[in-house]
Structure formats: C-alpha cells, structure tokens
C-alpha cells in the first residue's frame, strides 16, 4: 500500500515536471525560429495593450472632446477622428472586443464575459469541427457521406456570403459575429480531424479499447480526440488570425461588433469617408489590423516550419 | 472517369440545394418587412399590406421557396382559362407575361366592376377594351375571374368587388379602387433560367446581375493575368534558394501580403497612388456602363489590391512544391552527373513543381470571391461582389439566392476543373 503510494506521489510530481518540462520545451521551439519569435512579441504587445486599456486610456474612447480629424499632436498622439475621439484611445480599447471581452445581451443590460469574440469564434469552430470530423470519420459509412456532403457545401458557400447574410438576418452583435466564424471555421477543422482520425483508428489502442467495450464517445472523446491533438492546436492558431481579419473584414462593410466600443474594422469603415482631408484615422487602425493578423500568422507559421524540422 | 463527373455533378446539384435553401430561410428570419425598406416609412400598414400581396410575400415561405426554384406559371395554369405567354418588352427588353385570347396577348383590369382586356399593340403598348370574361364561382359563391394583370402577376378579381390596391410606379405610390383580390408573381423558376425580379430595383434579377458578372470577370481575369506569371516566377525563386535571404524577403513579404486584409492594402493603395501621387483615381465610378473600356485606368488599383492579396498566396504555394521537388532523388542524380544547375532547374524541377500550385489555385477561387467582395465595396466597383453585398443588406431574396447560385457554381466547376486538371497533369492519380 505504502509503495504505491509514492509511487503515486513520485509520477504526480514527475507529472508536473513534465508539464513545465513540457511548456519550457514548448517555448523553446518558438525561440528557434526568429519569425516566431517576431509575431509572438508582436501578438503579446497587442495583448499587454488591450490588458492595459481595461484599467487606463489616455482619454476615455468614446469621449468627444477635441477638434475633429486632427493630425497627431502632443494632446493627441496619434490625432482625433471624425467625431473629436481621441485615436490612440480608441485604437488601445479596440482590443479589447476582439481579445478580451465578448458582450453577451442578458434581458436588457450587456453582460461582457471574458476572452475575445475572435477567440471564441475559434474555440467554437474548433469544438464543433473536431466533433463533426471525429464523429464522421470514427463511425464511416452513412454518417461519413452525410457530414462530408453538408461541409462540401459549407465549403463551396462563399465565406463572404454566409457572413452578410447570417449577419443581416440575426443581427449585428459580438453572438452572431461567434457563430458565423464558427460556421465558416468548422467545416476546415472538420476535415483535418477527419483525416486524422481517419489514420489514428486503425491503432492497436483504439482496438483495444474496442475490446474492452468501451462506448464509441469514449473512444472519440478518450482515445482518438488527445492524439489528434497538436495539428488541431497549431491550425487553431492560424484560425485565430484569420477570425481577426475576419471581424475586421465585417467591421469593414458595416456589418461588424457592435457599437459602444471601439472596433478596429468599423474604425477604418466611419473614417473612409473623409479620407481625401484627413487619412490619419484610417491609417492607424488598417495598421493595428494588419499587424496583430500578420504577427499571428509569422507565429503560426514559424511554430508549424519548426515543429516540422523537430518532427525530421 | 464518368463514375467521376456523374458524381461531381449529384454532389454540386446537392450542393446547391443545400445552400439555396438556407440562404432562403435565413434571409426569410432577417430580413424583416422588406416593404418598409421599398416604400419607406410614411407608408400606412394597409397599404405596406397591399403591396406585400402584389409580391406574393403574403404566400407561405417554402411555397415561395417552390416558387424561386421551379416557377409559378404551371401553379396556375389550371386557374386561368387562356394559356401564358412570355414576350420581350421592345423597350426595355425585359421579359412580359401576357395571356393569350382569341389570336390576341391580353392582360387584364377592372373599371366599374367589369373586366377590361388590355390588347398588346406591336409596340408594346396595351390597348384597353372592354370584354366579356367567363366568371367562375368559388367556394364562397363569389363570381371570380384569373387573369394576368399589367404587373406580371396572375391575379384573382371578384364581380362588382374590387379590392382598394395601393400601386406603385415610377411616379409614386397611388390608390386603385378595384383591384384584385390574389395575386401570384408569374415566373419560370430558376431551374428553368429564370431567377425572378430583384425586390429591390423592381427589374429582372438576371437582367442587371450579367453585365455586373462581366465586370467582376473583367477584374478577376485582369489580377489572374498579373499573379500567375508574378507568383510562379517568385515562388520558383524562393524554392530554389531555400533558406537564403532572398528566399526569406520572398516568403516574409508575401506571407505579409496575405495575411494583410484586403480591405488595408486597398486603403493604403488609394492614400498612395490616388491621394498622395494622383496618379490612378481612387475609386472606380462607371458614368456609363462600358466605362472600363473607355478609360482602364479605373482597373489598376482593385487589381493591384487583389494582386497583393493573392500573390503572397500562390508565391507560398509555389514556393513550398518547390523546395520539395528539389529534395527528391532524381533532382539531387541530375545535380551530381554534372548538369548545369539552371537546366536542372528550368527541365527538371520546374514541371513537377508548378502542378500543385496550379491545380491548388483552381481549388481557391472560392476565397477570391470573397476578396472580390471587398475590393468591389473599397473602391464602389459595380460587379458582382457588390451586387451580392447590396442585396444582402437590404434583404433582397431573389437577388442574393441568383448570385450566390453563380458563386457557388463558380467555385464548384473551377474545383472540378482544378480536379481534372490534376489528373491530367498526374497520371500517377485516376479516379475510380
């Protein structure tokens, strides 16, 4: 009894050893590659920014109080938009929306909960994909031809499209913008847990816990789904910065987060008009954009090269 | 191969279906009452009511979606008493439903409780007169009449019992006092060519979405023409220098391209070229419908946009099938016999490198679509991608169901040539 335990005791802590291990290997191999390192730093920026901005900005974002469509200046370094808002502001809490908070209508009120609607947006593809390729590809046959048709047209359905029109139908808000980023997201993560699954079923251990008579979402959810794992993950990251340049996409026609708050795809939108006077409150935020989808797409990409030269 | 097409072919018809259908009923959950929308509104409830039955908005949702797809005309073929006949407006060109009697196109209209036929002259025009009509009567013993009426609806009127309508037309909104009682939108359905009118703009959808179809070919061609050679040429560069600095400047930038939402490139193009240099205009207004070809300035800068956008793409693509051919064996024997390095290259690598890029490019026009939609609002381009984007917003069933079908079957038949073409090229792969 007593033998085991410490044994117990020892594999719990060789458990944790291994989590830090595990984590501080993990880092490493983005330390390797420079590229990674690069978009990491720049993603983390925006990420300390938008923690920031939960407790201070300059000026509060939404406050009209200077001069319209002014150039920078030492009051407002990076200029005021149309409506006299401060930029620098605006662009700080507009991080929030995409990385922080999700805005969820409860009765009459807005209830923010944590973690962004770009992260949640990808969360949800990713559950719902992994799901629907794991389950086709696990029991095949008829569930397999049905899944495989209803994502063929999923996939062959303009992403533009299906965004416009989910969006004009349900309405603009931070739930709507989560579910249609998970609708276009899930078919892509569908197919690539498909394929995986497709090639970890025929393993001894799925066999044997066939053997054992476990049920099939035991073996889904147990046996196939933590093995998949880590080329879910990494897709997962190069989802991330697609959602934002989705949202920003969405933002961009009008059709994107809903105000209060600051969003940087609907920032550019109300400020294209006045473009010919004034470009600084469309340059700003295409630059915040541009940076946070390109950073995340060097990690993901720089991550993706070295996991595939630590694989060799 | 015919096992192959017969199978495409059920999987792209149910494939459209699928997509027909939800885009229908999402758009039915979404778009409110689109009359409000038409008439504004100053409008009374009684006649925003009138005129929903004019459209036919008043018949059930899967009814309408029957009609969409395969039409009315038969639905109530057995209701009139004279068969339908479509004919060509000589002025607008646009398609007409008239009824035909006794040798003569006839609609109909009631003046003081009585029918009036509208004769068609050959110029199109309609002639009134009065006529003798065989009244029916219906389960509630009212004498009834169908009739095609001067709107392209087949359309129900009670003896003596008009109906007040309230009619809208290029000079506003007016009152009829005797107007029909039902009403059905005469149309063929889309499976027979007929996409129906646009809500909107009260035209054939089909009418106004083709030339907006050449235009959106016209700029995806034109940005075709520039990536492919451009993308091919960078990416072989990339491959064959793996791990230089030049193969680093050519995959950063372009991953960078990529990654940048098209909307930012197309700002910033227009700060660049059209604000600050005034070299190229900054948005792509038509004056007249063949304006692209009077002054193709209009073209460059949504072409760049989409340029930049897809470059980066097609140059990773090239890039990474490339770097794999040049580490197979047969490169590496080439290599050491003695062959120069630019042969090898050029004879060698070269053909085995470019089939995946080409093929995977065919597979990605479903995501230039997109992009298209976005350029085409940046720059107010009048194609199709804003068509989609204006009926969209404003609800306009017929219109979004007709333009998304043509995306769709855009992308399906180019995944479908991308298929064959990957066969073609490879014949390592056949397809059962």
Redesign the interface.
């Known amino acids: 009894m007593a033998t085991t335990t410490v044994e117990g005791l020892k594999s719990a802590a060789s458990a944790r050893a291994t989590f830090w291990a595990r984590l501080r290997q993990g880092l490493g191999i983005v330390f390797e590659s420079r590229v990674a390192t690069v978009g990491l730093a720049i993603a983390l920026f925006w990420l300390l920014i938008a923690f920031v901005s939960l407790f201070w900005t300059p000026y509060p974002p939404n406050a009209q109080m200077f001069g319209q469509n002014l150039p920078p200046n030492s009051v407002n370094w990076l200029g005021t938009d149309h409506m006299g808002r401060d930029l620098v502001s605006r662009l700080m809490a507009g991080t929030q929306v995409i990385l922080l908070k999700t805005r969820v209508p409860v009765g009459d009120k807005t209830i923010p909960i944590p973690v962004g609607v770009a992260l949640w947006g990808v969360i949800g593809s990713l559950a719902f994909g992994t799901l629907l390729g794991v389950n086709a590809a696990y029991r095949g046959g008829t569930t397999d031809q049905v899944s495989m048709q209803v994502l063929d047209a999923l996939i062959a359905f303009p992403q533009i499209v299906l965004y416009l029109v989910v969006i004009s139908a349900l309405g603009q808000g931070d739930l709507v913008v989560i579910l249609a980023i998970t609708v276009t997201g899930a078919p892509g993560v569908a197919r690539l847990a498909r394929s995986l699954t497709l090639d970890i079923k025929t393993r001894d251990y799925v066999r044997a816990a066939e053997t054992r008579g476990e049920s099939k979402w035991f073996i889904m959810l147990r046996e196939i789904l933590p093995n998949a794992r880590g080329p879910l993950l990494v897709d997962a990251m190069l989802r991330v910065g697609y959602a934002i340049f989705a949202i920003g996409t969405l933002g961009f026609l009008g059709i994107g987060l809903p105000p209060p708050d600051p969003d940087w795809g609907s920032m550019v939108n109300e400020a294209r008009r006045y473009i010919f006077s004034s470009p600084w409150s469309v340059i700003w935020p295409s630059l915040a954009i541009a940076s946070l989808v390109i950073s995340l797409n060097l990690f993901a990409d720089g991550l993706r090269e070295e996991l595939a030269r630590y694989q060799k | 191969m015919a096992r192959f097409l017969i199978r495409s072919l059920t999987?792209t018809i149910?494939?459209m279906l699928?997509?027909s259908i939800?885009?229908f009923f999402?758009?039915e959950?979404?778009?409110g009452d689109i009359t409000l929308k038409l008439l504004g509104v100053f409008t009374t409830e009684a006649q925003r009511a009138s005129y929903r039955k004019q459209l036919g908005l008043d018949r059930p949702a899967w009814l309408r979606y029957v009609d969409w797809l395969a039409g009315t005309d038969w639905q109530v073929a057995k209701l009139l008493d004279r068969p339908l006949v479509v004919v060509s407006n000589p002025q607008t060109g646009e398609p007409e439903w008239w009824m035909s009697m006794d040798g003569e196109l006839v609609r109909f209209k009631m003046e003081n409780g009585e029918m009036i036929k509208l004769v068609r002259l050959p110029n199109g025009s309609a002639d009134p007169q009065p006529v003798e009509v065989t009244w029916t009567t219906d389960e509630f013993g009212n004498q009834v009449f169908w009739g095609v009426d001067s709107r392209n609806n087949a359309a129900k009127w009670v003896h003596g019992g008009g109906e007040v309508i309230y009619v809208r037309s290029k000079t506003g909104f007016s009152q009829v006092p005797e107007g029909p009682v039902e009403y059905v939108p005469l149309r063929r359905g889309l499976i027979r060519g007929d996409p129906g009118f646009s809500l909107q703009f009260g035209r054939p959808v089909a009418t106004m979405l083709l030339p907006r179809l050449r235009n959106t070919l016209i700029l995806a061609g034109a940005a075709f023409l520039v990536v492919m050679p451009l993308a091919l040429l960078l990416g072989v560069l990339a491959g064959v220098n793996e791990g230089k600095p030049l193969d680093r400047i050519i995959s950063?930038t372009s991953?960078?391209a990529?990654?940048?939402?098209?909307?930012?490139t197309g700002?910033?193009l227009?700060?660049i070229f059209g604000?600050w240099l005034k070299w190229l205009p900054?948005v792509a207004v038509f004056l007249t419908p063949n304006a692209i070809f009077d002054n193709p300035k209009l073209l460059i800068l949504p072409v760049l946009t989409l340029t930049a956008v897809e470059l980066g793409y097609v140059a990773r693509m090239t890039r990474a099938s490339m770097v794999e051919v040049m580490s197979m064996a047969y490169i590496r024997t080439a290599i050491i016999k003695g062959m120069p390095r630019r042969r090898v290259v050029l004879n060698h690598a070269m053909r085995n490198a470019l089939m995946a890029p080409i093929t995977i490019i065919m597979l990605h026009v479903?995501?230039l679509?997109?992009g298209v939609?976005?350029v085409e609002?940046i720059f107010g381009y009048p194609g199709l991608?804003k068509y989609?984007?204006d009926a969209?917003?404003f609800?306009d069933y017929n219109a979004?169901e007709a333009?998304?079908m043509l995306?769709?079957l855009i992308?399906?038949a180019t995944?479908l040539i991308g298929d064959l073409a990957y066969t073609y090229l490879n014949p390592r792969i056949r397809y059962a």
């Open positions: 999987s149910v494939t699928l997509v939800t885009l999402l758009l959950v979404g778009s950063i991953l960078g990529t990654a940048t939402p098209e909307f930012v700002i910033f227009i700060l604000i900054a479903n995501w679509i997109g939609v976005v609002v991608g989609i984007y969209a917003i609800g979004v333009a998304a995306t769709v992308a399906v995944r």
